[in-house]
């Protein structure tokens, strides 16, 4: 998936724990790289790209 519009410091991105093993939001951001202007966050198959968003940090994340 990819988000286009994100907003660090006033959007959030929402995960629910289950299937995924996370508990924190420091278990997203070990998942999360920065890759040119864009954050890439990979779980297993499961892919999201924050275009522009270099600078997502766990503040930016809320965990269900």
Not at 10 to 21: E, H, N, R, S
Not at 35 to 46: E, L, N
């Amino acid at each position: 998936d990819t988000i286009s519009d994100f907003i660090h410091g006033t959007d959030k991105l929402q995960f629910t724990a289950a299937g995924l093993g996370i508990t924190t939001a420091a278990d997203v951001m070990s998942h999360a790289t920065v890759g040119g202007s864009d954050t890439v966050i990979t779980f297993s198959s499961d892919i999201i790209t924050l275009t522009g968003v270099t600078n997502l940090s766990s503040s930016d994340i809320l965990i269900a």
